[in-house]
């Protein structure tokens, strides 16, 4: 199950339950129950690690973010807002056996062509990579 997962971020102190056979983790954020998947953990850790390791504060972070593209409603995992009430950062998280491969990269930056954060970080919990986009291009970074 999900909560067994090893991931890179450091460990959560987490709120589950189980209900009808299956198991629920509680967002702090949101304040509700959320059915906990294997990409729910990657998220709550994510969040977690945002909060505590990155200082941003709980209330710029955005989840399930809409994004319209080409008149289709979609939702960016994890949008942090800055000091201008703009996009800083899209987030997109993965299940840890999914790998972060092209077409998880052309999703996020697709999402963000609408979004226009300056950074994208992709994670599936056990990798992380950050890419700022400056000047019209993307550019791997390690600080944002």
């Given at each position: 199950?999900?909560?067994?997962?090893?991931?890179?971020?450091?460990?959560?102190?987490?709120?589950?339950?189980?209900?009808?056979?299956?198991?629920?983790?509680?967002?702090?954020?949101?304040?509700?129950?959320?059915?906990?998947?294997?990409?729910?953990?990657?998220?709550?850790?994510?969040?977690?690690?945002?909060?505590?390791?990155?200082?941003?504060?709980?209330?710029?972070?955005?989840?399930?973010?809409?994004?319209?593209?080409?008149?289709?409603?979609?939702?960016?995992?994890?949008?942090?807002?800055?000091?201008?009430?703009?996009?800083?950062?899209?987030?997109?998280?993965?299940?840890?056996?999914?790998?972060?491969?092209?077409?998880?990269?052309?999703?996020?930056?697709?999402?963000?062509?609408?979004?226009?954060?300056?950074?994208?970080?992709?994670?599936?919990?056990?990798k992380l990579f950050c890419y700022e986009?400056?000047?019209?291009?993307?550019?791997?970074?390690?600080?944002?």
């Open positions: 199950m999900p909560d067994s997962i090893k991931l890179i971020f450091p460990d959560i102190s987490a709120r589950i339950k189980e209900m009808e056979g299956e198991k629920y983790i509680w967002d702090d954020l949101r304040q509700k129950w959320l059915l906990l998947t294997p990409e729910e953990w990657v998220r709550r850790h994510t969040i977690a690690w945002l909060i505590a390791n990155k200082s941003i504060p709980a209330l710029r972070i955005s989840q399930e973010y809409p994004v319209n593209i080409n008149g289709q409603h979609q939702r960016a995992d994890i949008v942090v807002i800055d000091d201008f009430a703009k996009p800083y950062i899209l987030v997109e998280c993965k299940a840890p056996h999914i790998e972060i491969d092209n077409e998880v990269v052309m999703q996020a930056t697709r999402y963000n062509a609408t979004v226009r954060a300056r950074y994208i970080l992709l994670t599936n919990g056990k986009f400056k000047d019209g291009k993307y550019r791997p970074t390690q600080e944002f």
